[in-house]
């Protein structure tokens, strides 16, 4: 081997280690910042069932996409090649897969409540398409990941756009997570 590709191998391996360690870095600063685990919320006493097992979705489900968030806030400071202007690393394809499964599953838990059930989610005042448009989003990310070869780059501003679109998704669970907590329903003792 040459002497000059060995002085480039050496010049790009310390580039690498240099952009990894200032990664770890701002880790260490800045996961503090990250959004945390929330707090379950207490079932209201008169919910009806499938609507206590929404709430409950919901809660388990927005945890999941508050992880995934996580996990792409860590890649987008913690990944080498983000001051180049990509990202290559698999925990940022995770995320999207893990979010995207988060999404699919409260939409199909929405999509299983009853006529009723779905009056009284209107008559609170949530419309559920908000977030079925917004996963559709999610859901053209998911395809552009899964057909990316391995280490194939994604533009750091699609995968800040991406965590927007979970930060949106969290958002209109936690409105659905407080609109079924003030649940007053027809008190089971009165006529």
């Not at 609507?51 to 999941?64: F, G, I, M």
């Not at 792409?72 to 400071?77: E, K, M, S």
């Not at 990310?141 to 501003?157: K, M, Q």
Request: proline share 5%.
């Amino acid at each position: 081997m040459s002497a000059i590709v060995l002085l480039l191998l050496a010049i790009y391996g310390s580039a690498r280690l240099t952009l990894w360690l200032r990664g770890q870095y701002l880790l260490l600063h800045e996961q503090k910042q990250f959004p945390s685990v929330p707090t379950r919320p207490a079932l209201p006493q008169h919910l009806p069932t499938s609507l206590a097992l929404l709430l409950e979705c919901c809660y388990s489900e927005r945890v999941k996409l508050i992880e995934s968030i996580r996990a792409i806030a860590r890649v987008l400071i913690t990944d080498p090649d983000v001051p180049l202007g990509c990202v290559r690393d698999f925990r940022y394809r995770v995320a999207v897969f893990n979010a995207w499964a988060a999404a699919s599953r409260w939409i199909r838990t929405v999509e299983s409540l009853d006529e009723v059930d779905r009056h009284r989610l209107a008559a609170l005042g949530f419309d559920p398409q908000t977030f079925v448009r917004t996963s559709e989003n999610l859901g053209v990310t998911v395809r552009e990941t899964s057909r990316a070869r391995a280490l194939e780059p994604f533009d750091v501003d699609g995968v800040r756009l991406t965590r927007a679109t979970l930060d949106v998704l969290v958002r209109e669970l936690e409105r659905v997570e407080s609109r079924l907590s003030a649940f007053f329903g027809e008190h089971p003792y009165r006529a």
